[in-house]
């Protein structure tokens, strides 16, 4: 009995402990979290890439020790220092400078509140890994200004592996034919592991004017273009592209490097820029045929002109009886007579021209036209038949004069002007001129750019005179007019002329008003002077006819 009554009080005493502490829990709980409070890290991710800070860069599976830039910004209200980070990657990424395993990046600087600021990490890239996107996590440790301790947060981030673009240009078929066009393709193929995106293609043309040597870089060889848009070229692939080009005889047995200029965009986005050169062999002349021809290199169209065409007999013994025909392969060429010749004879070693009258139409302009020559000959008693070919680049007529040079004043300033005329069928191209002094150095050198010099009207050009002091009289002045042809060949026309600056004005200055006024009082003076003789010669006749008169 006593124990069922002690087991009934603790049973009560209990029941008094619990149900209270029920009752008083919905005083006690927290208050809810406001909607205008939010929790934020003081560090957020921008950008990651392989690269020095600022500079991308490609990599490839098996590179060592590149440099993975991560790119953060303190975006809380406190400037932060003391920054370091560690770096985690998938398997195959480990670190070049890795202690315990670990990929470490310290930044010492300070991080100001709402700047950017980087860790670059160390990387090695194994083999096996494939160019493709991944995606890592960094842990930032780093310390508020004016706050004890540390604070870390852990971001994730994706960056790629590019890989590596790699051009390369060659000759299709690098083997050429002299005096003839040729159709040359030109490969480029990526040997690398990235693509060549958008690649654009310039040929850089040899502006010299020097002799050719053994080797030479497209001097005096036409062509049709300059400059390719490729497109995409994926890794190991290739693209193609052509050039019709006319190789001059002048070249035959030489060598041609030719430059490019080939850009592209890499796997980071920049643009990249590099050259390349292409090789191509130019054949020899014929050593079958005794029969040397030499044309000129170009000829003008809309012109009634000649060419001449020489002919070289290259062998020891005499050759007669030559019949040759010509046949030009456009029908916008004329040979404005029959176009088969007749020589009697050649002596060894020895050369005779052919002066062939035609006319070249302008819609042919700018193109090259093959000539295929058929001769007939008699040579130690034998009859010999020969094919050769030839061609001729045909461009426009460009005929440049200066007319109208004088001075004038325009807008008060005194210049030297005059008209550019251009009486050809084609425009040139780059035009400038250069005014100087013949005699003396009181005009200076000035130059004006007029640009292209079209054959529809003259091109004015007016040069503000250069000069310490203000020309007068006749000057002789020299005028000269550079320009550059339908093939960017320079050309240089000079002019002496001789321009009138007008005389001085004269000079008014005290002295010569304080002279002006003496003359002026002294005429007054002497016509004073004049007055009172006249009228005492005057009184004195009056006087002397009066005694007269008298007696």
Request: charged letters at 15%; aromatic letters at 6%.
């Amino acid at each position: 009995m006593i124990y069922k009554s002690i087991m009934l009080l603790t049973i009560l005493l209990a029941g008094q402990m619990i149900i209270p502490s029920y009752a008083q829990a919905p005083e006690q709980l927290a208050p809810a979290e406001s909607p205008f409070e939010h929790g934020f890290n003081d560090i957020k991710i921008l950008d990651a890439y392989f690269g020095p800070a600022g500079q991308k860069i490609e990599v490839e599976p098996g590179d060592k020790n590149v440099p993975l830039t991560i790119v953060l910004s303190d975006v809380g209200t406190e400037d932060i220092s003391g920054i370091s980070g560690l770096l985690s990657l998938p398997a195959g990424f480990s670190g070049a400078l890795a202690t315990n395993g670990l990929i470490e990046a310290d930044n010492t600087q300070t991080a100001t509140a709402g700047q950017s600021f980087t860790l670059t990490f160390f990387v090695n890239i194994d083999n096996t890994i494939n160019v493709h996107d991944y995606s890592g996590t960094v842990k930032v440790t780093y310390s508020r200004v004016r706050e004890n301790g540390e604070r870390n947060v852990f971001l994730d981030f994706n960056f790629k592996v590019t890989g590596k673009g790699v051009v390369n240009l060659k000759a299709a078929n690098p083997f050429l034919d002299p005096a003839s066009n040729n159709n040359m393709t030109i490969q480029i193929s990526d040997a690398g592991t990235a693509p060549l995106n958008n690649v654009d293609v310039v040929i850089q043309r040899d502006q010299g004017t020097g002799a050719t040597t053994d080797t030479n870089s497209l001097q005096g060889i036409v062509l049709d273009q300059n400059h390719w848009k490729v497109g995409t070229v994926q890794p190991g692939s290739s693209n193609t592209f052509s050039i019709q080009a006319f190789i001059p005889q002048s070249v035959a047995g030489q060598t041609i490097h030719a430059p490019f200029t080939v850009s592209y965009f890499d796997g980071q986005g920049n643009q990249v820029t590099t050259t390349r050169t292409v090789d191509f062999i130019v054949g020899p002349t014929s050593s079958v045929s005794i029969i040397k021809l030499s044309s000129p290199q170009y000829l003008l169209t809309g012109v009634m002109q000649n060419l001449t065409l020489g002919i070289e007999n290259l062998s020891p013994s005499k050759i007669s009886d030559i019949s040759i025909s010509i046949t030009p392969n456009s029908n916008s060429l004329k040979i404005l007579q029959d176009n088969k010749w007749f020589i009697q004879e050649i002596k060894p070693l020895e050369k005779t021209d052919l002066i062939i009258p035609i006319y070249a139409d302008q819609s042919i302009e700018g193109q090259a036209v093959n000539y295929e020559v058929d001769t007939q000959y008699t040579k130690d008693g034998a009859t010999v038949i020969e094919k050769q070919n030839f061609a001729t680049y045909i461009r426009g007529v460009i005929d440049i004069s200066l007319h109208d040079v004088g001075v004038t004043n325009i807008a008060g300033k005194q210049m030297i002007i005059g008209n550019v005329l251009n009486q050809g069928n084609v425009k040139a191209v780059f035009g400038q001129v250069t005014v100087s002094s013949v005699d003396n150095n009181i005009i200076k050198p000035s130059t004006q750019y007029i640009g292209d010099i079209d054959i529809d009207a003259p091109v004015p050009f007016n040069i503000p005179i250069n000069s310490d002091t203000v020309p007068t009289g006749d000057q002789k002045i020299q005028v000269t007019l550079t320009w550059k042809d339908t093939l960017l060949q320079p050309h240089t026309i000079t002019e002496v002329d001789t321009v009138s600056f007008g005389t001085p004005p004269v000079q008014s200055s005290n002295n010569v008003g304080i002279n002006q006024l003496q003359i002026i009082i002294l005429v007054a003076i002497a016509a004073g002077i004049g007055g009172i003789v006249f009228k005492v010669r005057k009184k004195k006749i009056v006087l002397e006819k009066k005694v007269e008169e008298s007696s």
